[in-house]
């Protein structure tokens, strides 16, 4: 899903992106339709998987394509989010296809279908081709990856075992004529595509849920601040979310009235940047001491924000 760290080559990666999207997109439909006239769910089931791809790298082609937009009054994030929704749909629609792939493979094990091999066989074999073909032009490029194009390409190897499978599949059709290894091979396809989808699933909902990012402990965060800057007492009310691929932060912090305001929280500020890649940080300074018992993460026993229950004693900054 979207989060590229890297801002290098976004032109190379956008086309390579959209070849790469071409490709899968293409084959995708050869695919579906190959499967549905010679009869194999493998394959069927190798679409569905490839339609995972596809949606991977038209969203990471999304991420690339809305960064750009600017921000305005309405949207002061951009429009940064909906490739996080998209992600979400995405992920139920797999989950939904899956089921229907597991549904038909369970119903083909009691009345087996008849299975055009050869077919089956050339368009499996196509599919492979045009796979190694998306997996090239994902890794030639840019050193630089950008998190979105590393996470297509692993969608990608995904699909080579998908199609290798199909392969085999249609071999075994071919030389003994024994159907239901299609079934069979449709069902693992399934669980290589459960998996991805589950995981875009968990991501997507996090973010949507203002989850704060995998790689950011808040807790940690706030013993930093407090270990590495002499004049912060106190951290509390942290809140830590993420916006498309961008860290949002805002926190409280008790400090010793500083000689310098404003070097204080710039140092504050050039912390969190550093330590944290967080460019966009809300810093409320207090010099008196948090009123609450519960100041430490800014939750109260009955587990409401305890932001609103002190007053506050110094002024708020806002930092980009």
């Known amino acids: 899903m979207a989060h590229n760290h890297t801002h290098s080559a976004p032109a190379g990666n956008r086309k390579r992106l959209a070849a790469a999207f071409a490709v899968t997109a293409i084959f995708m439909l050869a695919e579906a339709v190959g499967g549905w006239i010679s009869g194999s769910l493998a ?29 305005n009054a309405r949207h002061t ?85 998908g199609s290798v499978g199909a392969i085999v599949a249609a071999l075994i059709i071919l030389y003994t004529g024994w159907t239901p290894i299609d079934p069979i091979l449709s069902l693992l396809v399934s669980l290589l595509v459960l998996r991805s989808a589950w995981a875009l699933l968990r991501e997507s909902l996090h973010e949507l849920l203002e989850g704060a990012p995998e790689v950011i402990n808040v807790e940690k965060l706030a013993r930093d601040l407090t270990l590495n800057i002499p004049e912060v007492r106190n951290v509390h009310h942290v809140h830590v979310w993420q916006v498309g691929e961008k860290p949002v932060v805002t926190l409280h912090v008790h400090v010793i009235p500083p000689y310098d305001h404003d070097a204080l929280l710039q140092r504050i500020h050039r912390y969190l940047h550093q330590k944290y890649q967080i460019g966009h940080a809300t810093v409320q300074m207090e010099y008196q001491p948090c009123a609450t018992p519960d100041c430490e993460l800014g939750f109260d026993d009955d587990g409401s924000d305890a932001a609103h229950h002190h007053h506050h004693h110094g002024e708020q900054a806002h930092h980009h």
């Open 77 to 161: 994030f951009g429009l940064l989010r909906l490739t996080t929704l998209a992600a979400f749909v995405n992920a139920i629609a797999l989950l939904v296809i899956t089921a229907l792939i597991v549904w038909e493979a369970l119903r083909r094990f009691y009345q087996p279908q008849p299975v055009t091999g050869g077919l089956m066989l050339g368009i499996a074999v196509a599919g492979l081709l045009a796979n190694l073909l998306s997996f090239w032009l994902l890794h030639h490029g840019s050193e630089k990856k950008n998190l979105n194009v590393r996470a297509a390409a692993l969608h990608v190897m995904g699909d080579l075992l």
């Open 43 to 71: 394959l069927l089931a190798d679409a569905g998987h490839m339609l995972t791809d596809a949606a991977a790298l038209l969203m990471a082609l999304l991420a690339v394509q809305f960064a750009q937009r600017k921000p």
